[in-house]
């Protein structure tokens, strides 16, 4: 099993990727002009990959689904992005933030990645300001910072509860000015079909028009998928409706090996599930764990009577509130990682202590925080004495302030007054850690084809910790994949343009049409969201929070029986040259009928509990997850063998060399 | 609940288009509005029939994708909200629900109700940014403090989404809102200092070309906006078209 090459550099830990950049090989700036590369995905990591590449003299095309390249799921993100400033002088620094990453991600992801992570992530704020992206500010006109889950200083900059909107549109403004130059060629409302291989290498893309229907071809010296994450195979979901598979799955087919694929961020805090027609979740962000203590009732009979109606959350008094997470974690408390909170509220609804008519939520309450930012508010305003009544009318006026469109959109959501009553949380799909893998260049086992952002395994191992996602996007694409695709293009300077005239390109085409007309001509029984839909289900009851071996075994016939079912009766209706947005959707949830199988089989061979993965036959007497570094210590990279069930497990063994790996504590 | 939808259904750019009427029962209040148009389309293609195409994505308000007149009001009845986080709740049993794309010269039909917004694009990739190259090593970030003020204001323009909806609630169908937005946002940073002439006059150019009408201070676009962007950003694009137009 020593296919896999991580190509970590030698050296010290901190030396690797300056050593690293200073030893690969460079493309003459001329020499650049020469060559063009396709890059997946327009998000943060697609975005600024696009932009930096082109800036460097390449030539670029770039490809999303949505009509515009910033309307990426990127745009989402709410909280914030970490870097190792220290600007609050707290002691961050970037072995720590390298330090706590790799702890949060539970000892499962590659040490070299996570550093250079850390290293890279200042510049990341620097580049931003740069931009003119308008983070919060403190009155003294510097950059404001606030805490996240799982760790214990203040280096996340935000910008509202609108974070990664800013630095998306940050990313798709150095778009523009390369599309100006002419430099960027952006393909909007096209869809990655297949990954074109020639002689081994990946040398271009099977796209289709989503206008027209359109089977196109294009070519490039390398391919950069930035493609996002895979959580929509759970049907429900805090993922833009559009998110998918497509693209990193042809990948896997065409021999890019898929690491960690069980390896699934389940948030703490969304707003919970309110009737079947659901089709998406919403996030709460995490940010709001820094002020909303998170509880429970104490007594059963309490939590029953509000299930019913009979009693209201604020006629409870304190002593009658169960704040679990403080209980049981007093050192991070209410800002423990996503998968422990996710997990720990789980155990509460699951022990009958749920608070909404389905049994599945817990409150997070602001009134603490309300009184807390009034009296201050009050002191700072000159007012002696104030009742509770003004301090409360200005503890909420502090709290809008940092949070008000979060208030806002639960309100419009929900339909209740999350000032005068505690939110209704609970936890949901979120993120992937797990997706292609990647070596140290961010270069897929396919040569020439590179995985960027959260279409990559590299950097969260088995938990990612809040605001690391913008971080490693942005980290990927403008910091880390312009210098090491040089390395491998600067072996292409004398190829010249790659023809799409060749049989490798005929062979996917005729592939992808022949897959449409088979989803176009199926039976007509179902729709696609039927088929969606009951995936969903499975995995969200076999595959969650909460796996074990027996209901991962059915979940791997299940979903192998669906997908036998789908492609026999699905209902695909409209023409295939057209817009066609039910084609669309069936090409995607084919892909996530095959996906759902590795992931079940990914999870069923990790027999350990760690981070977002959780065994329930491997837990502590106090129900922590139980992880096993003797034998899974790795990372599990699958090759693809013709179907998901014959998929063959490829170990990259996790090495620990600066960073001591222990019992994971939040206690 | 029951709904009485006449919807706009147009097969592609060159086809003629027409109001279609659908009655849907069992809508419930809790559903947003494209959940409810989801069980429609449930329901079409149970009968063999096209559904209706509409654009969407996160569903969470952030991404500016959804683009529904409603009775005649961009993203339909309630303020500060996309279509997509307008629920069922804001109707009554019985009410008929007329929806239509947004209608403007330079935001053809595509399909159904989905609209080619790519001109928005085009004004952004006219000058929509700040020349610094990605790759380089930018000064530190707290080496250009900004007034608190000014860093929020430029935050608040700086939250455009991108729907289209002030071109679609004015008479117009003027973009001066979208793009006042994103020159404000720069205008108001110290950062956007040095390009702010030629920004100003390239976007405005732009969107002229790409045929979008006037500004006549009626304010539409400010009411109808989800994300309560200021019409004071146009009095200060003007502003700035004016001093960027003197030094010429």
């Known amino acids: 099993m020593g296919i896999l090459d991580s190509k970590i550099p030698s050296g010290p830990l901190a030396d690797k990727w300056t050593k690293h950049k200073n030893e690969i090989d460079l493309v003459n700036p001329a020499n650049k002009r020469n060559i063009d590369v396709i890059v997946v995905g327009t998000g943060l990591a697609g975005g600024s990959a696009a932009a930096t590449l082109a800036e460097l003299g390449y030539n670029v095309k770039t490809f999303c689904y949505q009509d515009s390249p910033r309307r990426a799921h990127s745009i989402a993100a709410q ?264 997990r720990a509220a789980k155990e509460r609804c699951d022990a009958g202590y749920g608070v909404n008519k389905t049994g599945e939520a817990v409150y997070l309450d602001f009134d603490a925080a309300i009184m807390r930012y009034g009296r201050e508010k009050a002191l700072t305003s000159g007012m002696k004495n104030p009742d509770d009544t003004t301090v409360r009318k200005l503890g909420e006026e502090v709290v809008e302030a940092k949070y008000g469109n979060l208030f806002q959109m639960y309100e419009k959501i929900v339909d209740q007054n999350p000032y005068k009553t505690p939110m209704m949380i609970y936890p949901a799909v979120h993120y992937t850690m797990g997706g292609l893998w990647v070596d140290y260049n961010l270069m897929t ?223 | 609940m029951k709904i009485y939808l006449k919807i706009w259904r147009q097969k592609n750019a060159e086809a003629k288009g027409s109001m279609v009427e659908y009655t849907l029962e069992g809508v419930e209040s809790d559903m947003s509005f494209l959940e409810m148009l989801d069980v429609l389309n449930e329901e079409l293609i149970s009968k063999g029939e096209e559904p209706v195409e509409f654009d969407h994505d996160c569903r969470e308000g952030i991404c500016g994708t959804c683009s529904l007149m409603i009775n005649g009001r961009p993203h339909g009845p309630d303020s500060r909200i996309t279509v997509c986080q307008l629920h069922m709740r804001s109707f009554n049993d019985g009410d008929s629900i007329v929806i239509e794309p947004w209608r403007a010269k330079a935001f053809p039909v595509i399909k159904d109700l989905i609209v080619d917004r790519t001109a928005f694009d085009r004004i952004q990739q006219a000058g929509g940014y700040i020349s610094v190259n990605t790759s380089g090593r930018p000064v530190d970030a707290n080496a250009i403090p900004i007034e608190k003020d000014a860093a929020d204001a430029s935050f608040n323009a700086a939250t455009c989404i991108g729907c289209g909806a002030c071109v679609a609630a004015c008479k117009n169908a003027s973009a001066m809102l979208f793009t006042s937005a994103k020159v404000s946002q720069f205008a108001l940073l110290p950062q956007g200092q040095v390009e702010a002439a030629d920004r100003v006059l390239n976007m405005v150019r732009q969107m002229d070309l790409e045929g979008f009408g006037n500004c006549t201070n009626t304010g539409a676009c400010e009411i109808e906006c989800p994300k309560g962007i200021s019409l004071e950003n146009i009095a200060r694009m003007n502003r700035e078209y004016l001093a960027a137009s003197v030094k010429g």
């Open chain 1, 79 to 342: 909280g914030g992005v970490n870097a190792a400033k220290n600007y609050q002088g707290d002691g961050d620094s970037v072995y720590r933030l390298f330090y706590d990453t790799v702890k949060g991600g539970d000892y499962r992801s590659r040490e070299a990645n996570v550093h250079r992570l850390a290293e890279v992530s200042t510049n990341i704020i620097d580049q931003c300001v740069a931009q003119g992206v308008p983070f919060a500010r403190e009155y003294g006109g510097l950059l404001d910072n606030r805490s996240f889950g799982g760790v214990l200083v203040s280096r996340t900059f935000y910008a509202k509860g609108q974070t990664g909107q800013q630095l998306l549109l940050g990313a798709y403004a150095a778009m523009n000015r390369q599309i100006q130059r002419g430099k960027i060629k952006s393909y909007t409302r096209h869809e990655m079909l297949d990954l074109v291989l020639v002689d081994g290498k990946a040398r271009g893309i099977i796209a289709r028009n989503l206008v027209t229907g359109e089977i196109e071809r294009h070519s490039a010296h390398a391919v950069v998928l930035a493609t996002g994450g895979y959580g929509n195979l759970f049907f429900l979901s805090t993922y833009c409706m559009g998110a998918n598979v497509m693209a990193a799955w042809k990948a896997h087919k065409r021999g890019a090996f898929f690491a960690n694929p069980c390896f699934t961020q389940i948030h703490p805090t969304c707003i919970p599930v309110s009737g079947d027609h659901q089709s998406k979740l919403t996030l709460m962000s995490e940010s709001l764990r820094n002020d909303g203590r998170i509880w429970v009732p104490k007594k059963i009979e309490d939590a029953q009577a509000i299930r019913e109606g009979k009693l209201k959350p604020t006629e409870l008094v304190e002593e009658d509130r169960d704040y679990y997470l403080e209980r049981r974690y007093p050192a991070f408390g209410n800002l423990v990682p996503r998968d422990v909170a996710s």
């Open chain 1, 445 to 667: 086992t396919i040569p020439g084809c590179y995985a960027a952002g959260e279409a990559n395994f590299s950097d969260h191992g088995a938990n990612r910790l809040g605001a690391s996602a913008l971080m490693q996007g942005l980290a990927d694409g403008y910091f880390v994949l312009p210098y090491t695709i040089g390395d491998y293009l600067s072996d292409d300077i004398r190829t010249g343009p790659i023809s799409t005239e060749t049989p490798e390109f005929d062979e996917a085409e005729k592939n992808v049409r022949e897959r449409i007309e088979k989803l176009m001509s199926a039976s007509g029984k179902h729709s696609v969201d039927y088929y969606h839909k009951k995936l969903g289900k499975i995995m969200w009851n076999k595959c969650g929070m909460a796996r074990n071996a027996k209901e991962l075994n059915e979940a791997m016939a299940e979903i192998a029986a669906l997908r036998e079912d789908f492609w026999a009766n699905v209902k695909v209706t409209g023409e295939p040259n057209a817009k066609n947005q039910e084609l669309e959707k069936a090409g995607r949830v084919a892909d996530f009928l095959e996906l759902g199988e590795l992931f079940a089989m990914d999870a069923f061979d990790r027999n350990e509990s760690c981070g977002g993965h959780f065994r329930e036959e491997y837990q502590t007497p106090e129900g922590e997850a139980l992880r096993d570094d003797k034998n899974y210590t790795y990372v599990s990279a699958w090759e693809y063998k013709g179907d998901p069930s014959k998929a063959k497990l490829h170990k990259e063994e996790l090495v620990y060399e600066n960073i001591e790996v222990k019992t994971r504590s939040y206690k």
